[in-house]
């Protein structure tokens, strides 16, 4: 099989439907107190982070999940005042307990002011750093990693006799999308090399499409 770059999609979460809605969302309401509010998967929790703007403040911040998008409750909260500086202050919450192999949806009841509307984000409990689904695959299959950092990685996949069928380099999201049509049916291996020498070993298998 020939080396296919071309196969491989770096899913940044800003473009993940169905999994992962990252990135601040700027609200077009200026009387709006929010600066920010963005999710994202580290490790297997996931992190809430939001800012309040310069000269703005509240009285306490709560935290609400919902499975439906729909029906909501409390699971976390930040007591006192938020914000009240001229400069743009910066808040994380924590979802310790996310729903697992589904859509989890969030929004922030900042005081008396406001309610933000929903993010949501699929949580996929990570096992050894990663989580390839699905496995076994004929078409396609993604491979989650745990990158909250960012940092830059190599992916480097082989077939079983080792040797390398596709290679990858510059991926700084935590997603990567692989295209399987061009991949015999068996099992593969893949390496995801980080250039602070960290890195992420896995497998997965290739079936016939017409299976």
Do not use: W
Request: proline fraction near 4%; charge should be neutral; hydrophobic fraction near 35%.
């Amino acid at each position: 099989m020939k080396l296919q770059q071309s196969t491989i999609i770096f899913l940044l979460l800003f473009f993940a439907p169905g999994f992962c809605h990252f990135g601040f969302a700027q609200k077009e309401d200026t009387t709006s107190i929010l600066a920010g509010f963005s999710l994202r998967q580290v490790d297997n929790r996931i992190q809430i982070s939001f800012a309040i703007k310069g000269g703005s403040s509240c009285n306490g911040v709560e935290l609400e999940r919902s499975e439906n998008g729909v029906d909501f409750e409390v699971i976390n909260f930040i007591p006192g005042i938020c914000g009240g500086t001229d400069k743009t202050e910066y808040y994380t919450l924590t979802d310790e307990n996310p729903l697992s192999n589904r859509e989890n949806h969030y929004r922030l009841q900042l005081g008396q002011q406001e309610r933000t509307p929903a993010l949501k984000i699929r949580f996929v409990p990570l096992k050894e750093g990663y989580r390839v689904f699905p496995n076994p695959a004929s078409q396609f299959t993604l491979i989650r990693f745990n990158n909250p950092q960012e940092l830059q990685h190599e992916l480097y996949i082989f077939n079983a006799r080792g040797l390398i069928v596709e290679k990858a380099t510059n991926i700084t999201s935590s997603e990567v999308y692989l295209n399987l049509q061009n991949y015999a049916p068996g099992k593969y291996f893949f390496t995801l090399a980080a250039q602070n020498g960290n890195g992420v070993k896995g497998k997965f298998i290739v079936t016939s499409q017409h299976d």
